[in-house]
Structure formats: C-alpha cells, structure tokens
C-alpha cells in the first residue's frame, strides 16, 4: 500500500532541533468499510449477526520507528483512543527526527511496567473508567453494544480486554512496513481501525454463545482478533 515518507530527510544530529518535527498519526473508525457510528448504525459479524455499538475505545502506547539507516527512535507513553471523545483519535508524537522511515510499530494496550505501577495520571488515570481495581491492571480495550443474538440483559454484550501475565497476556504488537511508501512528504499517519476484526479472526465471535469478557476467562480469544483491526490509509494528496 503506497502511503507514507514520514517527515523529511534524515540526519544523524538527532540533538539538532531544527531537525525535530512534529508527528501526527490519526486513528479513523470504521466497522468494514462503513463509518463507526455509535449506537445509530446496524452492522453484522461475521456470522450475519446483527449488532450496534455504544462504546469503543482502547490504548496505545510505546510508539517506534525505525528509519532507512536502521536507527530506531522510541517514544514510551500510552494514549486512551476513545470513539466518544473526537479529539483523542489524532494524537502528536512531538519530537520525531526528520527522516526516511522504513517500519513503525506499537503495542495495543498498556506494557507491563506501567500495568503493575498501579493507578496513575493522564491517560492512565483511572477516571477513565479503564482500570480493573480488583486486579490492578489496566483495561486494554473497550467494546460494548448490542446485539440481537445477544443471551444477556437487554441483548448486550461487553468485552473488557486486558491482563500483562502469562499465560493471559492481551498486549499485542502492532506492526507496519514502510519501506514500500511512496517518496512523498507528510507529517501525518492515518490509520484506519477496524471494529469488525475483533469479531472476526481467528476467533469468528457468536453473539448468543460469548457476549461478555470482563476478566481474564477468554480474553486472549478477543485480543488475538484485535491485532489485526489496525491498517494504514493513504494520505491524500
């Protein structure tokens, strides 16, 4: 997919400010190829089930890059992407290096060190209602909607996706090749996030036999489909 040349060209003088440009990478919801609209649109898995969605938002943190001479730069830092609140689904990595970028990577959810620092500030606070006090650890991801298969009160369903621990570890690494971008200058990454993925595979979701995660009990069901809903979108030219 031709999208990206992160930025301009690279220089080794990383402690030059002039080469220090601002990044911004934009996470755009769709589910398929239609918009996500919270509790207003009718969708279907990928058993025709019918569903709507009422709440999607999730973490990502640690961004990294690597550019084409095989320098890598990291950023750590978590963000709390949320579909209700518009204005976090652009995020700014403010110090990236100016460069020629060949791969760029994150993790879904919160690493290990933080999970287990206990409640913190910012996009970690738990006043965002993404933190588990009774195993004091983050929520990684959030969906929750209804559907009409659905065997719980009201035809909901509710998955809660996190834990750091093996044998139940849910962060997953989110990858994308660069090096076959187009040779063209942007200071923005989209990307588009697809809901339907968390549905779909390798775990093909039924509605009526597992409609709510909210512990540790399936959640690697869920997270081995959310690695797959990030993809990059080309920038408009």
């Not at 589910?31 to 938002?57: C, H, M, P, R, W």
């Not at 320098?71 to 460069?99: H, Q, V």
């Not at 709510?212 to 080309?234: G, R």
Request: proline share 3%; with cysteine.
């Amino acid at each position: 997919m031709a999208i990206l040349w992160v930025a301009m060209s690279f220089t080794s003088n990383f402690s030059n400010k002039k080469n220090i440009v601002p990044l911004r990478i934009s996470f755009e919801h769709f589910v398929g190829n239609e918009i996500l609209k919270l509790d207003s649109a009718n969708y279907k898995n990928a058993l025709g089930q019918t569903f709507t969605v009422s709440k999607f938002k999730y973490y990502v943190s640690n961004f990294h890059f690597k550019n084409s001479a095989g320098k890598d730069i990291s950023m750590e830092g978590s963000f709390l992407i949320n579909e209700d609140e518009e204005e976090t689904k652009k995020i700014l990595l403010a110090k990236i290096p100016e460069g020629n970028y060949t791969s760029m990577d994150f993790i879904l959810g919160v690493d290990s060190l933080h999970s287990c620092s206990g409640a913190q500030s910012g996009a970690l606070d738990p006043v965002n209602a993404m933190f588990w006090a009774w195993n004091t650890g983050y929520i990684f991801l959030k969906l929750e909607g209804r559907a009409n298969t659905s065997l719980s009160p009201g035809h909901f369903f509710e998955y809660h996706i996190g834990g750091y621990k093996q044998p139940i570890n849910c962060i997953r690494k989110i990858s994308f090749d660069l090096s076959k971008s187009e040779k063209t200058l942007t200071k923005e990454i989209k990307i588009k996030v697809n809901v339907l993925e968390i549905l779909k595979t390798p775990n093909a979701i039924d509605f009526s036999k597992l409609s709510s995660v909210t512990d540790l009990k399936n959640a690697t069901v869920i997270a081995d489909n959310y690695k797959d809903m990030f993809e990059l979108m080309p920038n408009e030219k």
